[in-house]
């Protein structure tokens, strides 16, 4: 089993699928020659030539349109947002047609598409190179919304979400693409959506994260440690559909809950995990369901000074583990 | 170039509608029955209306002919159709049945297209190649441009054709779906349908030049207009059109210039925006008659067959109301189904 | 003071505003002679004139762009999106320009433009004319969220809205238009953005809404009434930014809270609004904070059959009430 | 039309460029010397970024012709401009200081657009009438077309220019704004930039047409095609579109044809999908040596005048690099301001 970073394990997994299913194209700005911006398709054009690694107008409308025809006429598209700051332009296409084709078809149509786009800050993106979009998406019936936080998932979720009769929004956060290695088996094998995952195990608070948030709780909760917290870390992968069962189980043994995100705290996604928790867990709660998130500031700025006062970071998360223990 | 030569007083110096289109005499009756079809099943859709037995109805009265014509010269079973909701005579040619748009009208189970879940004329058919269509407008396009790639990195010979009226026409998924289809020469038609108004909008707020189909030439490829009351020019762009996605030669803009006969939808006043003149005129250009005026005019429409006609369709229309008034609603227990694909 | 229906205050409001501010115009599709396809703009053409009143091409987008222009260089543009369910077009120049320009630019340029729109369920509108949008917007630092429930508060809020220097999304639930009557004063009066109001005391149980919600709870609050559940309704009115304030202090009051809305319920509003008063008002609460919201579906279906089994009704308001009350 | 003539030999014929342009000597040096004030900044931008002192740049050499040729048509403090990330020539036309580009390429809490909040190149300045730009592209159109109402409305008389690449112009934010702009007959101009290639793209997979130009027909405007390498042509064809907005004519598109002499930007290789050929053919099309070429052939630029220019450009260069280097970062207890109007 080899040790591949986090973006090694994306492109395998988009390979391998191309290789075993001619059926999968891959659609998107710079995706072909150039490779990606991040590299995440590099080599494919090479491989699969022209017609199965197209290389897009900048139109991101377009780009998720098209690939919902091409679906309901035979295809697998995967398509790349380059930056999922720019997947705005598509919303019309995604939230209207690609989510609702099914259930206002009354099943007779499906829209098999995987849309790929990197979110997240902390390498010097700003406003627009930086944003996470994962509540927009993980409200609407229809979608899936997928954000992996290892190699192994990466590849193993990607080749779930490109298999999956229905739209999947894939997001990849964009600092873990070489910082994250890890093993990555080489041939084919999935990872169900909708399933998370218990990364630590705790007793005293339960940490639910996703994406580069897990491998900063993972460093949280070791800081902890010495301290006497045990604390459990809940790896999503999964928010739409959300596995409330795992969740649950977690925080009903620890009775301390603590949702984190990168993404601002009002109206985000941790507002869902913490209503939940908040209805269903209600009586095993020892303390206030808490959201760590960050600050409701339109993404990331770009000074350096800026961009670190607005991240999320294992300190910060430390710091709430702390308080929730010591609640 | 497609469209009839008319005389200074008006009437038509075409050839006789056979040579003019080498279509036989009965496949030309066949355009007209399709077209006098949806207008019977169109206008008793606004009875039920008025009398308060479907919630709504939004008209294709005037938009007949373009679609007959153009449709005349697709495959349907081989060739994509993206409807807009206007495009009665077009589903119907594409094989829906008239109790499969009356089943759409009044929202039933049995809607081929929704299963009562979408609002009247939203239609759509898997059965038929007919995509299922929403109500954003413009989005098909994009739709049309993806399944027509589809078709052409398989190399299946498939022309997929999309509809809509031209103030859809400015939304920028359209245009970002023609600079596609351009670039990758697919085998598609846009149809649009200019009826001068978006609902209350007239054409000179909405759209800035006079005809859409100038715009085929920022996108590289042919433009062409047609007169949606000549059915058979309409019939002969599309042939040409339909040659050329076959041959690889790439995508094709129609503008069918109609008119609206109808308010925008069953909720709308239009004498609060339009003029009586313009209403008049609007009138004038009626596709129905023309059409059967040409037929008439050369003897492939006679009196005999006018009344057959009218009587089988009184029955289809009579026969598909009272199937659609009596079939099932939907099980309320059906209201969060197929949201995802279902297990089996 | 007359009565006036809801759509008619919303009319009056923009009628007083443009008399009294000449930078204030109105656009969007259908708002000039027809008036609008609700008749809010109905009159202001012959009034004002092609140069305020503006009917614009169908393209959403360009509605929400041009007035971001528009207001840059002095006007007060009060747009018209139709349907709520077809203002995706526009989320790019919404969400990623209006909502981020005054900060983007370190506050050297602001966007005060007021975006107004029709949305809700209940009036056979089917999926694409029946949309509750809110929760998207909500969540965006940069945007303000005003849900009005009375024709005062409509008239009020929307020239407070347009008087704000900031964006403002104006979302009015169209089943109100003509069901909901009330006193609306002649002549100029606001009512402040960012306040909530408790439109009916009680003890026992908390109800949050906005907009049409917040009259089914009013009328499940009477229902229980007689059952002796004193039930207290807070009408948020504008859900961000969110008077907090309003709300924890009656949870902390009746320590049962119920968060109602039409739209679904997964990352809905109903969660901020949840996660917020289970992490604020933990030590009050005497049971769940409860979500009441639409089906996981996209809106309400066509038929009669199916939309009623869609909509939140003032029964199934009480069920809740009762079931928390009895907790 | 607007473009230089050229003998077989490929040698300009044209008049001398006072002549042809009506514009004085002493202007043609300023516009020469904006363009090489423009292109030292951005090579000191790189030197800066090589050597981990700033994180990004993104390039706008080979761009500077063109847009100092449109910009000298214009009015700085009356007109309004909306850059793109390569308006550097534009942006110091419209009066923004090297202290200021500077300042922005640092990201320090003085960059008069967004105070270090954006990423360099992202233009924006209330005191010059620049707009806050961001980074979708195609979007500033529809804010210059608003710009430009408002304008009308006001009945202001004033110019708003709008610059982009050719990939951003397939946006359907930029169809909708022209669509716009053609309707209302606005006071607007669109500059598209055409440098053949949308990062690793090349035009001919992402623009259905050769020339953006010809889709201004189908928004009721001129089309202008201009050789970026021709700075006066370009001039000309601006000062005609300029005369049209002010008259009430409407807007214009005006296609430039450039080159990008630098990769997309600091993180991008070009050499991965650009042959070597292609990039010499554009290093060839360099609007710098062929305006100088063009000013000294016409005894309007002396080596004494470019020895002193040279001299002047490198220390206004080295002020505002030292200046901009050492300026104050934000202060991090600013992040969450100005999310919304602050009070008072
Ligand atoms: C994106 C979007 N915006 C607004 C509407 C509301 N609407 C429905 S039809 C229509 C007018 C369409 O005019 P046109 O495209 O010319 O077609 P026609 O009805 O004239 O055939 C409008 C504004 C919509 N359906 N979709
Ligand atoms: C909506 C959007 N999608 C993608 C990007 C990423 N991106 C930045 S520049 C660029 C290429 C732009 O090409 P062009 O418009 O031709 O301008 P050029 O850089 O060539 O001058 C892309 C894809 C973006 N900024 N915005
Ligand atoms: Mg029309
Ligand atoms: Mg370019």
Known sequence: ?327 | MYSRRVTNSGAPITPDPATRSGLPAARLREIYRLMALARALDERAWILNRSGRVHFVISAQGHEGAEAGICAALTPGRDWLLPYYRSMAAVLAFGMTPREVMLQQFGRADDPGSGGRQMPAHYGGAAYRIFSSSSPVGTQALHAAGIALASKLRGEPQVTTVMMGEGAANQGDVHEALNFAGIHRLPMVLLVENNGYAISVPAEKQVAVRDVAVRAAGYNMPGVIVDGTDVLGCYLAMRDAVARALTGDGPTLIEAKVTRLTGHSSDDQQTKYRTEEDLAAGRGRDPLPAFRDELRAAGLLGEAEEATLATEIRGLVDDATDFAEAAADPDPATLTRHVYAEPG
Chains 1, 3 share one sequence.
């Open chain 1, 1 to 327: 089993m080899a040790v591949r970073t986090f973006i090694e394990a994306v492109r395998e997994g988009l390979r391998e699928e191309m290789r075993r299913d001619s059926a999968v194209i891959v659609l998107g700005e710079d995706v072909g020659k150039k490779g990606g911006v991040f590299f995440a398709t590099d080599g494919l054009w090479a491989e699969f030539g022209d017609d199965r690694v197209i290389d897009t107008p900048l139109t991101e409308s377009m780009i998720a349109g098209v690939s919902i025809g091409a679906a309901a006429n035979g295809l697998r598209p995967v398509a790349e947002i380059q930056f999922a700051d720019f997947i705005f332009p598509a919303m019309n296409q995604i939230i209207e047609e690609a989510a609702r084709i099914r259930y206002r078809s009354n099943g007779t149509y499906g829209c098999p598409i995987t849309i790929r786009a990197p979110f997240g800050a902390g390498v010097h993106g700003a406003l627009y190179h930086s944003q996470s979009v994962e509540a927009f998406f993980a409200h609407v019936p229809g979608l899936k919304v997928v954000i992996p936080s290892t190699p192994y998932d990466a590849k193993g979720l990607l080749l779930s979400a490109i298999r999956d009769p229905d739209p999947v929004i894939f997001l990849e956060h964009k600092k873990m693409y070489r910082s994250v290695r890890g093993e990555v088996p080489d041939g084919e094998y999935t990872v169900p959506l909708g399933r998370a995952t218990v990364t630590r195990e705790g007793s005293r608070v339960t940490v639910v994260a996703y994406g580069l948030m897990v491998h900063y709780a993972l460093d949280a909760a070791a800081r902890v440690a010495g301290e006497g917290i045990e604390t459990e870390v809940v790896d999503l992968r999964t928010i739409r559909p959300l596995d409330a069962a795992t969740v649950l189980a977690s925080v009903r043994k620890t009775g301390k809950c603590l949702v984190v995100h990168e993404d601002n705290r009002f109206g985000g996604f941790g507002a869902e995990v913490a209503a939940l928790v908040a209805e269903e867990a209600f009586d095993y709660l020892d303390g206030p369901v808490t959201r760590l998130a960050g600050p409701e500031s339109p993404a990331a700025p770009y000074a350096s000074v800026l961009e670190d006062a607005f991240l999320v970071t294992p300190e910060k998360i430390a710091a709430a583990i702390r308080k929730l223990a010591a609640y």
